[in-house]
């Protein structure tokens, strides 16, 4: 589903990732750790074309990111093209990101009915199963500012999911909530998970890497250091650097 | 409140004596002013004593502040269509401005590089010229470019052409002139109001994949308006009194009607006082018309959204009511 190699991305002076690989059947769960400053979130903006990269092939289900192979260039996609794109690929932030000025149903419905221009009262219906699938019936209504840190980010969610995506990405979804409220969007993500949606999770979360994840990718300056099954990853890293990460982690 | 619920202790506040002393002395500045608005003065007091002698004067005596005059002319049929012409030129003037201000910021933030070029260009020009030479050189135009034609440039072949005279009468003039003026300066407006949204909204929305322009016009804008609509009230009303400039193209709007009337009854105080509080009038409506446009715009940002003047006085009576309660020594919510 998700397939880089080599990649490289610099912003102004400064090599946030320097040839990275990284694969993703569909269906799995991949999580990404690494210290702050990594490249984690970088590599994933990348994958939904927020960030252009700069060398190295970036693919997702078989077609590269942002640009068109003919003959032997490379062309640049119109804004239409990468729209649609994107429009594939959810994303679930750090700062939840919902907009502030649309209530609840209104968040989830703008996508479908804006983009992929689907009737309102359809989008509406799958709307609220969706929020009934993340535990909030009855909040359609409500504000983004009325609800709390962790019912927030599991709105991100439905409304991410509203647009059918094929694969969904997870930026530290939980970095930015008290710790009580972390466990009802992880449990979210698992049921996610479990449904057989194709994941890739920046997170600091090591117990939801160990449960969920098909693998795991430990990031450090911009190249992956280790990588593979979370367990032998998590339990026994062979990197002297995940080893020191993990110790200060867990 | 006490601590145990029940024994009610009596609280004594600090007493502000300073506080006490400055409302006396206001009191008294404002009781002085308000006689001058209410008292009579001898009118021409100097020639009436050389005239009269001493002890006639009081027989002539004038309102100060000349209200018999502002009363007169207040609903006086010129005032008033001077009045609609104030009120349509800054319409008018407010809608060009408006329009010219959005289409201008959001070029200014273009990736475009020939659109942001163009809004640049347009700002510093409208913006760094006085709108008193702008006005003139809109009633003006003809002498620069006598004839407008569409056609094929560098030819005489036109397809469809008029003269600068025919469109740009003066007031249409006085419309160009100022809304291209408030159009540079609302496009700064709106361009702080598009900054002022967070980063965050906009890569949430281009993740669902809507378009730039679908990101702002569904997103980014709606709560760009909460930072851009304070300001453009004062522009609104900023503009109801500049359209007082039109007096050079020969606009007559309320200040050229008071003018003609000053011209023929030579009271000027008085007549610029009744100018003066029909602009108040005007922007007293549009303040409270501001008022309820924030509160509509503040939807979604706010958790409870601002209470309006009625809600205001409901809230104070309630409160005021249950402080008379409390005293007759009823408990209330507060002691619990």
């Given at each position: 589903m998700v397939e880089a190699r080599g990649v490289h991305k610099s912003y102004v002076g400064v090599e946030v990732l320097k040839g990275v690989d990284l694969t993703v059947e569909r269906g799995e769960v991949t999580c990404l750790i690494g210290p702050s400053g990594s490249g984690k979130s970088t590599l994933l903006r990348c994958i939904n074309h927020?960030?252009?990269?700069d060398a190295g092939e970036l693919r997702v289900d078989g077609e590269l990111v942002g640009y068109e192979a003919r003959g032997d260039k490379l062309y640049e996609l119109n804004d239409r093209r990468i729209c649609h794109e994107r429009s594939q690929i959810g994303m679930v932030f750090q700062r939840f990101n919902l907009f502030q000025n649309l209530n609840v149903l209104e968040n989830i419905t703008v996508g479908p009915t804006k983009v992929k221009e689907i009737n309102a009262e359809q989008a509406k219906k799958t709307a609220r199963e969706l929020l009934a699938r993340v535990g909030l019936e009855g909040k359609e209504k409500n504000y983004p500012t009325q609800l709390s840190g962790g019912q927030q980010q599991r709105v991100a969610i439905a409304r991410a999911l509203a647009m059918e995506p094929k694969l969904m990405l997870f930026d530290e979804p939980t970095s930015a909530l008290d710790p009580e409220l972390v466990g009802e969007v992880l449990d979210v993500m698992k049921d996610l998970a479990r449904s057989g949606m194709t994941m890739i999770v920046v997170t600091h979360e090591m117990g939801f890497a160990k449960e969920v994840a098909d693998s795991v990718y430990f990031l450090d300056q911009g190249v992956i250091e280790e990588s593979g099954d979370p367990k032998a990853v998590l339990t026994s890293p062979s990197s002297p650097r995940l080893q020191s990460f993990l110790s200060k982690v867990l | 409140m006490n601590t145990n619920g029940d024994a009610a202790v009596e609280v004594v506040p600090v007493r502000h004596v300073g506080q006490w002393i400055g409302m006396a002395v206001v009191a008294l500045f404002i009781a002085m002013f308000v006689h001058t608005l209410f008292s009579k003065i001898p009118s021409g007091a100097r020639s009436c004593h050389l005239i009269a002698g001493k002890n006639q004067c009081h027989a002539i005596l004038r309102w100060r502040f000349g209200w018999n005059l502002i009363f007169h002319y207040f609903t006086n049929g010129g005032i008033l269509r001077g009045l609609v012409v104030t009120l349509e030129l800054t319409v008018f003037a407010?809608?060009?401005?408006?329009?010219?201000?959005?289409?201008?910021?959001?070029?200014?933030?273009?990736?475009?590089?020939?659109l942001s070029g163009v809004?640049?260009?347009?700002?510093?020009?409208?913006?760094?010229?006085?709108?008193?030479?702008?006005?003139?050189?809109?009633?003006?135009?003809?002498?620069?470019?006598?004839?407008?034609?569409?056609?094929i440039p560098f030819t005489h072949i036109y397809l469809f052409q008029f003269g600068a005279n025919s469109v740009f009468i003066p007031f249409n003039a006085a419309i160009a002139g100022l809304g291209l003026n408030e159009g540079a300066y609302f496009s700064e407006i709106v361009r702080s109001g598009l900054i002022a949204v967070d980063e965050g909204q906009t890569e949430a929305a281009i993740s669902l994949g809507m378009t730039r322009a679908q990101t702002l016009r569904f997103v980014v804008l709606p709560q760009a308006m909460r930072v851009i609509i304070p300001p453009t009230g004062n522009e609104v009303i900023s503009m109801l009194k500049t359209t007082s400039l039109v007096v050079v193209l020969a606009v007559v709007d309320l200040l050229g009607a008071v003018d003609n009337i000053i011209g023929q009854n030579y009271q000027p105080m008085p007549m610029l006082l009744l100018a003066s509080i029909w602009y108040l009038i005007?922007?007293?409506?549009l303040s409270i018309g501001q008022f309820y446009l924030e509160r509509h715009f503040a939807?979604?940002?706010?958790?409870?959204?601002p209470l309006t003047p009625i809600q205001r006085m409901r809230q104070d009576i309630r409160g005021i009511a249950s402080k008379y309660r409390t005293k007759r020594g009823v408990p209330t919510r507060a002691t619990t």
């Open positions: 927020l960030e252009k990269v | 407010m809608v060009v401005g408006i329009v010219l201000g959005v289409v201008v910021a959001i070029m200014r933030l273009s990736h475009n590089r020939v809004a640049w260009t347009y700002t510093w020009l409208f913006r760094g010229t006085p709108v008193y030479v702008q006005l003139l050189l809109w009633g003006f135009i003809a002498f620069l470019y006598p004839t407008f034609a569409i056609g005007v922007s007293t409506i939807k979604g940002a706010l958790r409870t959204p």
